[in-house]
Every structure is written in C-alpha cells, then in structure tokens.
C-alpha cells in the first residue's frame, strides 16, 4: 500500500510559480507511473503530467507543457511539480497519483485516472489575475 501526501500549495499571482510535492511512503525495489492531475470546481479531474521511475520518462498535457516541469527525488520518495508563468486558469486542487507498472504502461495510459491505484489528499492552487 503506497501513501501519497501532498504539499506546497497556496495562493500565487498570475506568472507567478509555485512548486508542488508528493511524498510517497514507498516506491523503492518497484517502478512506478506518477502523475499530477487537477480538478477546478465545477470540471471533472484532468491530467496534468506523469513520470516514470525507472526511466526519467516526463509527459505533459499541452495546457501545461513549457511552464510545468515534473521531476523525482528517488532517495527521498518524492515527487515534484515545478509551476512556472501560472495563469488563473492554472487554478485547482491538485492530486498526486501512483501505480506500479511498466514503461509502457506509463506512456500509453498516463492521462487515465483509472490507471492510478494511489492517490493522494491533494493541495490547492489558486492564481489570481
């Protein structure tokens, strides 16, 4: 059972950044699809980015790509979600989420929430104008 707890939200002006971490209790000895997804009030959950463990492998929704960057710390278990030039529409709860597999796994089915068995609490993002 991996546990995903979520961190570094909180209230940015636009083209601001913020850096988003997910501390899993473990991923060591497996490889793991990670990804941040996001839901806005009102919108259903939607894909933000993903990494492979093993790999290094990065993958970005096109809203996202060249202002996001996600990244690992494998000694640490934790992942990360680097936000850069955010816009309000950047604004969300934002939720970790974890499953075990392989590579390509990750690469065909990283934008499905039903490929996910861990998800985290998540942490708000709000960007003003």
């Known amino acids: 059972q991996v546990q995903l707890v979520e961190s570094g939200g909180g209230s940015v002006q636009a083209g601001g950044s913020l850096r988003l971490a997910c501390a899993a209790s473990e991923y060591t000895g497996s490889s793991y699809c990670m990804g941040w997804f996001r839901q806005a009030p009102g919108k259903e959950r939607e894909w933000v980015a993903s990494?492979?463990?093993?790999?290094?492998?990065?993958y970005y929704a096109d809203s996202v790509k060249g202002r996001f960057t996600i990244s690992q710390d494998n000694p640490k278990n934790t992942m990360y979600l680097h936000m850069n030039s955010l816009k309000p529409e950047d604004t969300a709860m934002y939720y970790c989420a974890a499953q075990p597999g392989s590579g390509g796994l990750c690469y065909l089915q990283r934008a499905d929430q039903k490929t996910y068995a861990y998800w985290g609490q998540g942490t708000q993002v709000t960007v003003s104008p």
């Open positions: 990494i492979y463990t093993s790999t290094n492998s990065t």
